[in-house]
């Protein structure tokens, strides 16, 4: 049993891919206690309007605040696309005043900004991420002269969750999405999607060695530490029992089978309803 509840880090996904980005975190930084939530019953996010996915990511928050969260990092790209800005403006002033919310796209994009040579970066996400063009914004607000190439992938979610990376078909599907970015010379390229980091040796085939790819996992984890540093009086308020509690809406095998290839060892899971 843990002492204090009230001392998680929160790692919210739209289902298990945020398991991957977790996992890189509980690598760089294996001491805290995590407390991971997947909206397995609602996902996919990816192909929903900027509306529903904000409405679904301020009640997983509301969730994963009273169940002792102090900090929130939401994994999922299309949450944080299109739910984060308005949750830190607007609903953690009037609601959480002392709580904090982060997001995954803009430690990838001042990854890829420190990266760019040539100032042409590529990005592959859902519909819903690549719609809301927040990579392109954060991008160009760190450099105006970065120039910014989307591709959405819907098929890739699908591709990994039925276990297919390594097929043809996701071979042939990896390079129609990809060939477009590399037509248009990136020199960079974000894997803007929770799932693409286990696709990211096969994009490596396709893109070759002269391509940068900011995997979200490895940065992730590097900038939150770094975040930390920053805020000690969020630091100090983490508990450091070294746990790590699978929360999901939804509960089916395909959430332990995957999720625990995602984290990298078996996982257990708890069903909670919202
Ligand atoms: N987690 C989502 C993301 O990173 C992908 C899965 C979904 O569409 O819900 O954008």
């Given amino acids: 049993m843990l002492k204090n509840k009230e001392n998680f880090v929160g790692v919210f996904d739209s289902g298990f891919g945020g398991i991957n980005i977790l996992r890189g975190i509980v690598k760089k930084l294996p001491d805290y206690n995590y407390f991971y939530f997947g909206d397995t019953a609602r996902t996919p996010y990816g192909t929903r309007s900027k509306e529903i996915v904000y409405e679904f990511t301020r009640q997983a928050v509301d969730f994963m605040f009273a169940n002792g969260c102090e900090i929130i990092i939401l994994a999922c790209n299309t949450a944080s696309s299109s739910a984060l800005r308005k949750i830190q403006r607007k609903y953690l002033p009037m609601h959480y005043p002392a709580k904090k919310v982060l997001g995954v796209l803009i430690p990838a994009a001042e990854e890829a900004a420190a990266r760019t040579k040539n100032k042409r970066v590529g990005?592959?996400?859902?519909?819903?991420?690549?719609?809301?063009?927040?990579?392109?914004?954060?991008?160009?607000?760190?450099?105006?002269?970065?120039?910014?190439?989307?591709?959405?992938?819907?098929?890739?979610?699908?591709i990994v969750e039925a276990g297919e990376q390594n097929s043809k078909a996701a071979k042939l599907i990896l390079e129609k999405y990809l060939k477009p970015l590399i037509k248009k010379n990136v020199d960079t390229l974000i894997l803007g999607c929770t799932h693409y980091g286990i696709l990211e040796k096969q994009i490596r085939k396709i893109v070759g060695r002269s391509i940068s790819i900011i995997s979200e996992a490895k940065v992730v984890a590097k900038k939150f530490k770094d975040y930390l540093e920053r805020h000690p009086e969020v630091k100090s308020k983490l508990g450091k029992d070294g746990v790590v509690f699978f929360n999901s809406t939804d509960l089916t095998g395909k959430f332990i089978v995957l999720g625990s290839k995602f984290f990298g060892k078996k996982i257990k899971a708890r069903k909670m309803v919202l």
Avoid: D, H, Y
């Fill in 123 to 158: 990005i592959i996400a859902t519909e819903g991420t690549v719609r809301s063009a927040v990579f392109a914004r954060e991008l160009t607000k760190i450099n105006p002269q970065i120039k910014v190439f989307q591709n959405p992938c819907p098929l890739l979610v699908p």
